[in-house]
């Protein structure tokens, strides 16, 4: 088993998609399989920099908009040492949002563009499959909880959708959208089919460097 490494999987789509219980469904299912599997959510919270940001989304305190942009990214970045060393050693990481919700958000505001948005997260390291839960906002609406965090409104959610829309449009990541609107259980097997198959695909290919081509011109 040596050398074979772990896939880098990001489930990302609008709030309230059922990311958070498709990741924690998918891990379960990888482990009950014998492949090695653990779930990390973005940003992560119980760190220096995630407390801020926590605070931020919970309403609690105000941040420059640039300055949130980075904070995100920093918070992705920091964990990079970590996710590395798990993928070499064979485990398979299930990631709950990524740096395409980072640019999707923050590119979401007035006054931003998505290229400035990428630019601090090229060279995280780069997904082996991203899959988009597709949900229409206003039904993203009706589920549970939905509205109290920072950037849950149904327009703004809607502008969000586009900024993935576009974001889909780069050749050089490999995106599957899902259909969200169905039952959890089919959610579930469409994202394990497609997570079994770049896994066998990962284990003998170097991981690769994010929208590091993209931008380069």
Known sequence: MA???????????VDRAGKTTQC??????????????????????TTTIGQLIGAYLENKSDLEDHTVHLLF????WEMVPLMKKKLEQGINLVVDRYAFSGVAFTSAKPGFRLDWCMQPDVGLPKP?????????????????????ERYETSVF??????????LMKDQTVNWQVIDA???IENVHKDITAHSLN???????LPLGELWSETLKN
């Open 3 to 13: 050398g074979k490494r772990g896939a880098l999987i990001v489930l990302e789509g």
């Open 24 to 45: 924690s469904k998918l891990v379960q299912a990888l482990q009950q399989s014998g492949r090695p599997a653990e779930m990390m959510r973005f940003p992560d919270r």
């Open 73 to 76: 990214s920093a918070n992705r």
């Open 128 to 148: 082996d499959l991203v899959m988009f839960l597709q949900l229409n906002p206003a039904e993203a609406a009706l589920r549970g909880q939905f509205g109290q």
């Open 157 to 166: 959610q809607r502008t969000v959708q586009q900024r993935f829309e576009q």
């Open 181 to 183: 609107a169905q039952n």
């Open 198 to 204: 770049a896994i066998n695909k990962a284990q003998n």
